[in-house]
């Protein structure tokens, strides 16, 4: 029981880690990146080809660190053209992103599962009440809860952070206050595709690596965020938490209507509650 | 025949934002076929007091009544079914219909459609195939305005109609306004900024500052109150 | 720039339209007598099915203004029904009408809910729902055969015909293309009626149309509904064509190509996305043949078409056709 709840941490964890990028390129963009999965998948194959030549660790950072980098590319040539546009536009381009990303990945590495194997330190179990857990599992858990806390502190202390969510209340406004818009833009995206990023190394031993393990994971985090409020930080640390239960027991208890729960508890709360839990705005 | 001597009132109606109250215990009653006009400065409380009125704000407490009759828990829709239309400061209205097409639509909800004479009345008739984006700012407004009219509600709450208007254009609103409310026996809540269309139509004033009635009554009365010019001066010395 | 959803959805001259509709379709029936080719046929018949599923996802586009990624769960779920109320011992008959009626009024459960919901949050949730219900047909295996897909073992005869014509495509392409002539001529009617006006007026300024005295969310699920059976109709038509229908039905991916049709051929026009449809069906195969980089290519265009040609094809058909006849207007 307590390994489930644990499990259902560790989902809810990556979910976590990938929803607050969504919420942070929303935040600044007010778009909703739909390559952001595919970010995601591409993080966990550049943590593959790293690792195949070094050690897990370096390929963590370096996943973090080319995907900070494409996040810069995509907030100069995608979000920041069409930031005046209707926003219906940047869905279409980052969808057709998402198709295109998943094409190269498959061109380059086949579209056979691959593996990462976990790093050596972190290869062992602990007993918890009387039953073994993964300590990478552990380590997943921590890592998110290591960017959430940082994640607060960072918005709230630091001087980008209270830009951050300045414009989540008021983005004209903040606008002009004098500060270099595309600059922080270009940061604070680079920041979410970098968490991408680092979601998907760390996933990767967990699931296999395929071509479309970008969608799953997407459509789960979309929910998180709807669910959590769009633009709430807090609230897709609570939904995120939820879903990762839910997801968790679904499969343990009901596998063939897993995915009908997540769905079945979002379309409940928006009829309790339209803008999501922490009401944010669409 | 009337259940209330008055169109339209709000008893005690408060709304807060956290800890300020921008419109604090006000109560505001509007007899029958009165063209009340509403002024104060910025901030005085008088958007929340329209949207209190018009169904626009979500909380708040008091109670709204028309003829008598408690429209405290109704929507916007309702309320409009009811015979309570509004009008907007900043022009709301839906740019890719023709002015014609739009104002048919809010015809339709009404119990008479008497949307021929308000386009002529307010000099829409010749641009009725023409799409609302395409034709002036002045045409847009007195749209918007129309929109409230068609129909012949009961009672008309008008958010700055001649917001951005020049004199000319303002004075020829102010005259269809008070002739069409004459005619149609229209009840008028004014909301205003240009003392002038204030002036030349309204038979009473109320002036809101800082969430509170200040003053009270005919125009000539109210431009006479020492607190209301300071008040009026004091807002405008940013 | 760009002005895919913002823009003003056009609103042709009724003689115009009602002409072209006209030719186009007695050309499309005389087609089957004129080509030979089965394969072409076959072909035909598929883009004319996928035609009807792109109308669907536009017109959604168009009249609320909103973007559906689950639209084909009603096009699955519509083929599923088909397979399901057969297998289960229902007549063919009941079947067939239900596949289209189930959908349609689950869509209207679904949609009174979530158009409330509006902007990209909306067409997340729709994204949801299309893989929920992938998800279930494919792991309830001793529903619906998950993977593998099921036969579907229609009669001989349905409502007297014989089950052959649906099944051969020169008969099954004058089938679908009377029906996909028949959902742009009413979906056309309905968008000119006093209805179809006051969507748009919602879909422009849903605040305004309740200060005139209109509910917002039942006109704009009913629109949502009035898709989803568009959507359903062609699921319908999928199962009586190839008798079979498998979980690739109901995944998020089929919307989001009947989105990119939608967009090729050009959201604000009535009858863009069966254009649209066509034309993407028609390059895929094309493409196929050379590459096996289809998805990649799909995605470019979407992106190209998305900036450089928001007006998709059909919007710059009619473009072109009223420079030409001098700039008359609408």
Wanted: charged content about 15%; proline content about 4%; hydrophobic content about 55%.
């Amino acid at each position: 029981m307590v390994i489930n709840i644990l499990n259902g941490l560790v989902y809810g964890g990556l979910l976590y880690i990938l929803a607050v990028g969504l919420v942070l390129i929303f935040g600044l963009r007010r778009v909703v990146n739909f390559a952001h999965g595919s970010l995601f998948m591409v993080g966990g194959y550049v943590a593959f080809a790293v690792a195949a030549v070094s050690n897990f660790w370096l390929a963590m950072v370096v996943a973090i660190v080319v995907l900070a980098i494409l996040g810069v590319i995509l907030d100069r040539f995608v979000f920041r053209p069409l930031q005046h546009e209707d926003p219906i536009a940047t869905v279409l381009v980052t969808f057709g992103l998402l198709l295109v990303l998943e094409d190269v990945v498959k061109t380059i590495w086949g579209k056979d599962f691959l593996s990462l194997a976990a790093p050596p330190l972190l290869s062992g179990t602990v007993s918890i009440v009387g039953e073994t857990f993964p300590v990478y599992r552990l380590m997943v858990i921590a890592v998110a809860v290591l960017v959430a806390v940082g994640l607060s502190l960072w918005l709230r202390f630091s001087r980008i952070g209270l830009y951050v969510r300045a414009s989540s209340v008021d983005p004209v406004t903040t606008g002009m206050q004098g500060v270099d818009t595309d600059r922080v833009s270009a940061a604070v995206v680079a920041i979410g595709a970098g968490l991408a990023g680092l979601s998907g190394t760390i996933a990767a031993p967990l699931m296999a690596l395929s071509p479309s393990m970008g969608s799953f994971i997407l459509i789960d985090s979309f929910i998180v965020v709807v669910v959590g409020g769009l633009g709430s930080f807090s609230g897709a640390f609570i939904a995120a938490l939820v879903i990762g239960q839910v997801h968790n027991f679904g499969i343990v208890y009901i596998p063939w209507a897993a995915s009908l729960i997540p769905f079945l508890l979002m379309v409940a709360v928006l009829i309790w509650r339209p803008t999501g839990l922490a009401g944010g705005r669409a | 025949m009337s259940a209330s001597a008055y169109a339209i009132e709000g008893v005690d109606m408060t709304r807060r934002f956290g800890g300020f109250a921008a419109l604090d215990g006000v109560s505001l009653a509007v007899p029958h076929g009165e063209i009340r006009g509403l002024i104060g400065p910025n901030g005085a409380g008088k958007s929340t007091l329209m949207d209190v009125l018009s169904g626009r704000a979500q909380t708040w407490s008091g109670r709204v009544m028309m003829d008598g009759r408690d429209i405290s828990g109704m929507g916007a829709v309702e309320r409009r079914r009811a015979g309570l239309a509004r009008s907007f400061q900043r022009t709301n209205i839906f740019p890719d219909l023709t002015i014609d097409e739009q104002i048919r639509l809010a015809a339709a909800t009404a119990e008479r459609d008497n949307s021929d004479e308000v386009m002529a009345e307010l000099g829409l008739a010749d641009l009725a195939h023409r799409r609302a984006a395409d034709v002036s700012y002045g045409d847009q407004r007195r749209l918007d305005l129309a929109l409230a009219l068609v129909g012949r509600p009961k009672v008309l709450l008008l958010d700055e109609p001649a917001a951005g208007l020049s004199m000319q254009e303002s004075m020829v609103l102010a005259g269809i306004l008070r002739d069409l409310a004459g005619r149609w026996g229209v009840t008028v809540l004014l909301v205003e900024h240009d003392m002038e269309v204030i002036f030349s139509i309204c038979s009473r004033v109320t002036v809101l500052h800082l969430g509170k009635i200040l003053a009270d009554g005919t125009p000539d009365e109210i431009r006479r109150i020492p607190e209301v010019v300071t008040a009026y001066l004091g807002s405008s010395v940013e | 720039m760009t002005d895919i959803v913002a823009g003003a959805p056009a609103r042709s001259g009724r003689s115009g339209f009602l002409a072209v509709l006209v030719v186009l379709g007695a050309a499309g029936c005389v087609l089957p007598f004129v080509v030979q080719s089965a394969l072409i046929l076959t072909l035909m018949t598929q883009a004319t099915i996928n035609a009807v599923l792109a109308t669907g996802v536009g017109f959604l586009l168009r009249q609320n203004g909103t973007v559906s990624f689950g639209h084909a769960a009603f096009f699955g779920l519509s083929a599923y029904a088909t397979a399901l109320l057969v297998k289960f011992g229902f007549p063919a008959e009941v079947a067939i009408v239900m596949a289209v009626v189930l959908p349609t009024l689950f869509a209207l459960a679904l949609g009174v809910v979530i158009v409330r919901i509006t902007g990209v949050a909306f067409s997340m949730l729709t994204l949801a729902v299309a893989q929920a219900f992938h998800e279930l047909f494919l792991k309830w295996r001793e529903l619906a055969n998950g993977d593998d897909g099921m036969a579907i073992a229609f009669p001989a005869r349905v409502f007297g015909l014989d089950m052959a014509i649906f099944q051969q495509p020169a008969s099954m392409f004058l089938v679908c293309w009377v029906a996909l002539i028949a959902v742009i001529l009413g979906l056309w009617l309905l968008a000119r009626s006093r209805f179809g006006t006051l969507t748009l007026a919602i879909r422009e300024n849903e605040e305004r149309a309740r200060y005139i005295g209109y509910r917002t969310v039942l006109p704009r699920a009913i629109i949502y509904a009035i898709s989803a059976a568009v959507c359903a109709l062609g699921g319908l038509l999928f199962a009586l064509y190839n008798g079979f229908v498998s979980p690739g039905t109901l995944h998020w991916s089929l919307s989001g190509e009947a989105l990119i049709m939608a967009i090729i051929g050009g959201p604000r026009l009535i009858w863009g996305p069966a254009l649209g449809g066509v034309i993407f069906f028609f390059i895929k195969n094309a493409a196929g043949d050379f590459t096996d980089h289809w998805p990649a290519v799909i995605g470019v265009i979407v992106i190209l078409v998305t900036v450089l040609m928001p007006r998709g094809v059909g919007g710059v058909l009619v473009w072109l056709g009223r420079r030409r006849n001098g700039g008359r207007g609408e």
